[in-house]
């Protein structure tokens, strides 16, 4: 008994050191069935966390990371569409008149607006400022040589003349494309050939005056770019000589025409000119001289002429201009003349009259 008793004491003083180590150290897990420590858990569970992070990071993957960007750049543009519609509505109106060029029926509306600086700015800034076509009046004067030849079945009709003149022109620009204007030429010591048998000289005086509204379409805003002026006018034409004068007859013609000039630049201070006018039904008159010489009843008178020229720029303010240019108008009777034909000693009928100009002017323009 004694033996059995000391067995047990030295048993248990042997075991229970051991299960004492057991609870504190966690390797004996398995020997006590019992789950680690608490208090060793954050040891055991590191490891873990580190393993567990990566998972957490997965959405950090490249499909997964792309996505973010990707929904991040779907966002970005449809902000700033949203941002740019109210910027953007207005021009499928056209309401950004500064952008582009006003039309002429505009700039005429302009004319009589409250606000005509609208116009008048955007031409600003589009030309430059040694441009011409800044300029809102121009003076012009030419010294001209004329030859005027007038063809005809009637000798009283049947002259020729050849003069000196002087061209006076001015324009007012209300607008860069919209603007009155005219041109008026007066002979400087002008004749014509007199009786068809002595061949005699008579004095003679010639007047031409046209002016009527000037329209201007830029091809571009720079000095080379091409332009087209055209023009309507009112033209008043007068041969005179003098009262007593019994070989020749007074002449008037008036009516409306058109005309059209195209300005080609071929650099800055260089540009050519190419035109033409067209006057489709005129008033002719007759008016009694010395005698009363008439070529019967007026039926039909057209009038045409081109002309070609070029203009050199000195600056903004002065340029120098020539030009050549025919004009023919053609003037249709019917009937019998009133007078016998001194050349013939017959009356003639169904007169027919070409009067042709040739004139060449070399000139200067002044503008502000």
Known sequence: MKFVSRAFIFTAAFILPVLSYAQLDSSYELLLGNSPSPLLAPKKQAPVAQKVAPKKRRPSNDDQTNVQPAALDKVTPTVAEKSE?????????????????????????????????RVLDFYQSQFDESDPRRNKIEISFAPSYVTNDSSSNYSYRDYRSVFTG????????????????GNFMFSLGADTSGDAVSDTRSPARYEFLDAGLKFRQFFGFSQTSKSLEFDVLYSDYKFNVDSDDTYRT????????????????????????????????????EQKAGADIGSGNNKENVRMGVQ???????????????????????????????????????????VSVTNTFYMFSLGYRWGN
């Open 308 to 350: 070609l020229g070029s203009e050199i720029k000195l600056s903004r303010d002065s340029q120098i201009f020539y030009e050549a240019s025919a004009t023919s108008e053609k003037n249709l009777f019917d009937g019998a003349a009133k007078s016998v034909d001194p050349a013939t000693s017959l009356t003639p009928k169904n």
């Open 250 to 285: 007074k002449l008037k013609t008036t009516g409306l025409g058109l005309k059209m000039t195209l300005r080609l630049p071929s650099s800055n201070d260089v540009a050519w000119l190419i035109g033409g006018s067209f006057y489709p039904r005129l008033q002719h008159t």
């Open 85 to 117: 519609v109210p910027q953007g509505r207005p021009m499928p109106v056209k309401m950004q008149p500064t952008e582009e060029e006003p039309t002429i029926t505009q700039q005429a509306q302009s004319i009589f607006s409250a606000d005509p600086e």
């Open 166 to 181: 002087m061209n006076l022109g001015a324009n007012v620009w209300l607008t860069p494309a919209v603007g009155i204007g």
